[in-house]
């Protein structure tokens, strides 16, 4: 465990976020210097830190796989001790299993940081960015998520709360190795199979894509529609790779366990196991990239 007797050096990288955002015309927006105000009374004694902004600053809604690249790249040239990357929460499960799934043997440890409420409002914002400048002298190699005073292994976060401040949780996975350390250009998408699903939605919808992430019911059954089958059978025969995750949050998929659940597996769809939806995009993204 490393303590402050030695010069500890941090990058962080500032995407944008509500964490340093103002009122403006339209509703809050990025504001110049917020974040830096906060950090000097925030910083633990015996650390120096380097702050590197997005530019522009970007609402986490517009999170895309190049900008996760970018954030690989900064973390795997930084020299120092740690990396905190502020973030703003939409898309915070996303980028967590996106970086967890693309570093999986990180030197260092790598700690999101996000906040419901901005800077200087008196809400949850300090809290959340001292716990990441604290945490970022004592975490295990990893990336993490700093929020309503815990910290939280990032590759499977669930946003469960849309407004309190204890806005996150995670849900345990397992480790995947992954031979990609980049997310390429490809056409991924996370679908939700519902009653009455229109097959022809669905078809259409997997034409498009290089891959896409099923949610199922349950334990891994779907409906005995044979249009809808089919539509998975003809993507996965020309090439579009398909991996499914329960609907529920715990309990992951048992392949076999139902009678409606055979079509799936007989199609070729892969097993995501207990893989959140984000975890399972991101690791399919890498095995197409």
């Known amino acids: 465990m490393r303590g402050t007797s030695i010069m500890t050096s941090l990058l962080i990288l500032y995407t944008g976020g509500t964490i340093g955002m103002v009122p403006g015309p339209g509703g809050l927006q990025p504001g110049t210097g917020v974040l830096e105000s906060a950090l000097p009374a925030l910083t633990p004694a015996g650390v120096t830190f380097t702050v590197e902004h997005f530019s522009p600053l970007i609402d986490s809604a517009n999170i895309r796989p190049a900008d996760w690249n970018h954030m690989l790249d900064r973390v795997e040239a930084w020299q120092g ?48 960015l001292g716990l990441a400048l604290t945490s970022a002298l004592t975490a295990p190699p990893g990336v993490w998520l700093a929020f309503a005073g815990r910290l939280l292994p990032a590759a499977g976060l669930v946003k469960q709360d849309s407004h309190a401040a204890d806005a996150f949780r995670s849900i345990a996975q397992t480790t995947q190795p992954s031979a990609a350390r980049r ?5 991924v998408a996370i679908l939700s199979l519902s009653p009455g699903l229109p097959a022809a939605a669905l078809r259409g919808a997997l034409h498009e894509l290089d891959g896409a992430v099923l949610r199922v019911y349950g334990a891994g059954t779907m409906m005995n529609d044979p249009a809808i089958i089919d539509a998975l059978h003809s993507a996965i025969a020309r090439g579009c790779r398909l991996r499914a995750v329960s609907q529920c949050e715990n309990g992951g998929l048992e392949p076999a366990a139902y009678a409606a659940g055979a079509a799936l597996w007989s199609a070729g769809v892969e097993n995501g196991g207990s893989e959140t939806a984000e975890l399972a995009l991101a690791r399919l993204w890498l095995a197409l990239s």
């Open 183 to 187: 997310f390429a250009d490809r056409r």
């Open 81 to 128: 001790q740690a990396v905190i990357i502020v973030h703003g929460t939409d898309t915070m499960a996303y980028t967590g299993a996106a970086l967890s799934g693309a570093l999986p043997d990180l030197r260092l440890p790598v700690i999101l940081c996000g906040s419901m409420a901005p800077l200087h409002t008196g809400g949850d914002a300090e809290g959340n």
